[in-house]
Nanobody, 123 residues
Framework: QVQLVESGGGLVQAGGSLRLSCAASGSIFSINFMGWYRQAPGKQRDLVATITSGGSTNYADSVKGRFTISRDNAKNTVYLQMNSLKPEDTAVYYC?????????????????WGQGTQVTVSS
């Protein structure tokens, strides 16, 4: 199994910055995708950003130019640097990892979710 531990959420004023971290541990053979999703009250969970093992990134249009995703493959950790935060960025942010846990089955990837961390941006 894979465990994900998130940190870095909190309360910040509009225009401020926060940095989220998510460390993966457990029986990990390899990690393909790492990413962040968010869910505001009463809304569906939406993609924020993803990053592949090779460093290719993808961002939601709403965060392009403000958020930066990065990863440390040696530490199995993904980061989300959030700048110029807006009240509409307020949500629970979830770490997401797609990993291979069985080296004998490298074709079998499993998706794991973190417990979520609250980000609140005040106006």
């Amino acid at each position: 199994q894979v465990q994900l531990v998130e940190s870095g959420g909190g309360l910040v004023q509009a225009g401020g910055s926060l940095r989220l971290s998510c460390a993966a541990s457990g029986s990990i053979f390899s990690i393909n995708f790492m990413g962040w999703y968010r869910q505001a009250p009463g809304k569906q969970r939406d993609l924020v950003a993803t990053i592949t093992s090779g460093g290719s990134t993808n961002y939601a249009d709403s965060v392009k130019g403000r958020f930066t995703i990065s990863r440390d493959n040696a530490k199995n950790t993904v980061y989300l640097q959030m700048n110029s935060l807006k009240p509409e960025d307020t949500a629970v942010y979830y770490c997401n990892v797609v990993a291979v846990v069985d080296g004998q089955r490298p074709d079998l990837s499993i998706r794991y979710w973190g417990q979520g961390t609250q980000v609140t941006v005040s106006s």
